[in-house]
């Protein structure tokens, strides 16, 4: 099975588990799909506090139920559920992954779907996939390199 890295933007990454389409939407949205599977996420970016410095990881973690776990540059909640769904063969009862990661005036929040039964494999593999990079972290890193 092939992966795929996608860098996304304001620091975050993931990596696809197997081929898939993907694409910015108009929105500033990202999207990706395959056959089976569908993600839809959106990054939020903040300046700091209102009166100066950085909002934490978990100030960006809005309140949420769900299983916490820590990841590379960023902590994350992740639940799942399932409702019906518009899909373009009518509604469906699609099993849904939520996930949100937050990070140093940054938040990831993605959510993964596929038609029932879930495919908890897939889904877990893509938010265990999802990574942060401080701004600093990579501008060191270009530095680094000279």
């Given at each position: 099975?092939?992966?795929e890295l996608v860098e996304l933007w304001a620091g975050w990454s993931l990596t696809l588990?197997?081929?898939?389409?993907?694409?910015?939407?108009?929105?500033g949205s990202w999207s990706a799909w395959d056959t089976t599977h569908v993600v839809d996420l959106s990054i939020i970016e903040v300046g700091g506090h209102q009166g100066g410095g950085d909002m934490s990881p978990t100030e960006m973690l809005a309140?949420?139920?769900?299983?916490?776990?820590n990841l590379d540059g960023a902590i994350a909640r992740v639940s799942s559920d399932i409702?019906?769904?518009?899909?373009?063969?009518?509604?469906k009862s699609v099993a849904w992954t939520r996930f949100t990661a937050g990070a140093t005036n940054t938040v990831l929040i993605m959510s993964i779907g596929n038609t029932e039964p879930l495919d908890a494999s897939w889904h877990e593999s893509l938010w265990r996939s999802v990574r942060h990079s401080s701004p600093a972290s990579r501008r060191f890193g270009f530095l680094s390199r000279r």
């Amino acid at each position: 099975m092939s992966v795929e890295l996608v860098e996304l933007w304001a620091g975050w990454s993931l990596t696809l588990p197997n081929p898939c389409q993907h694409t910015r939407n108009t929105d500033g949205s990202w999207s990706a799909w395959d056959t089976t599977h569908v993600v839809d996420l959106s990054i939020i970016e903040v300046g700091g506090h209102q009166g100066g410095g950085d909002m934490s990881p978990t100030e960006m973690l809005a309140p949420s139920s769900g299983r916490e776990v820590n990841l590379d540059g960023a902590i994350a909640r992740v639940s799942s559920d399932i409702e019906m769904t518009d899909t373009a063969d009518g509604s469906k009862s699609v099993a849904w992954t939520r996930f949100t990661a937050g990070a140093t005036n940054t938040v990831l929040i993605m959510s993964i779907g596929n038609t029932e039964p879930l495919d908890a494999s897939w889904h877990e593999s893509l938010w265990r996939s999802v990574r942060h990079s401080s701004p600093a972290s990579r501008r060191f890193g270009f530095l680094s390199r000279r």
